[in-house]
């Protein structure tokens, strides 16, 4: 099935540290959102974005969706260890429920001590 | 805590057999929707209930069949399992069907077809 196309595909950092990830598509979404998913778990959602060009924050973590609204990014500002995890976005068409939501293939954030 | 259920939380099956997953949406929420997630793959969706019908569907099989009862939870029934069938199962719920609704997602069924 469709997937977009999130970048980059691991990132290894050190605490303290910023990270910054992306998401493109070739298709237009109406609504972006970013999960992360710790092993063995489900989805939780982070941030959801509902406008072009709308910047949102939720404590140490800001995302954007882009103007175009084929592209959103995520920022997580001085990483502690427990941002660990896989990190997806997920782009939700104009259709809505019809169509699902579409998800890239995530970012395994590794925070070397 | 999402208030999304799922049960089973693990179950093996031999290839050939079906297998019944539910979920338990969160309060409030009349829409659920089933995704696949693979191994090292990010959610693939399958279909969504709203109002105890199903309103949309991905690319699966007519062997992956769902169900929404009046109180909104939902199962999800595989027929003539496979091996690539092998995946956590995740339910997601939220209010209404159109674009633009925060989707919550439960912790998932692990689903091993061997």
């Known amino acids: 099935g469709q997937q977009l196309n999130q970048s980059p595909q691991s990132m290894f950092i050190q605490e303290g540290e910023d990270v910054s990830m992306n998401c493109t598509s070739s298709?237009?979404?109406?609504?972006w959102l970013w999960y992360k998913q710790d092993p063995g778990e489900g989805p939780v959602l982070l941030i959801a974005?509902?406008?072009?060009?709308e910047l949102t924050s939720n404590g140490r973590l800001t995302a954007q969706f882009g103007i175009t609204r084929k592209d959103s990014f995520l920022n997580i500002s001085a990483s502690i260890p427990s941002d660990v995890g896989i990190y997806f976005c997920?782009?939700?068409?104009?259709?809505?429920?019809?169509?699902?939501?579409?998800f890239g293939k995530g970012t395994h954030l590794i925070i070397q001590p | 805590e999402t208030g999304v259920t799922q049960s089973p939380t693990h179950l093996i099956k031999t290839r050939g057999q079906q297998v019944t997953l539910r979920c338990s949406s969160q309060?409030?929420?009349?829409?659920v929707s089933w995704y696949q997630q693979a191994l090292g793959q990010g959610p693939q969706f399958i279909f969504q209930?709203?109002?105890?019908?199903?309103?949309g569907r991905g690319n699966f099989p007519p062997r992956f069949s769902g169900l929404q009862f009046p109180n909104y939870s939902s199962e999800l029934n595989v027929n003539a399992l496979e091996l690539d069938d092998s995946a956590l199962y995740l339910c997601?719920?939220?209010?209404?069907?159109?674009?633009?609704?925060?989707?919550?997602f439960g912790e998932g069924s692990w689903l091993t077809v061997v």
């Open positions: 209930y709203y109002r105890e019908e199903e309103n």
């Open positions: 298709s237009i979404f109406n609504t």
């Open positions: 974005l509902y406008k072009a060009g």
């Open positions: 997601a719920s939220s209010f209404g069907r159109v674009s633009g609704n925060t989707i919550y």
């Open positions: 309060s409030g929420h009349n829409t």
């Open positions: 997920a782009g939700q068409p104009l259709g809505g429920g019809a169509d699902g939501l579409t």
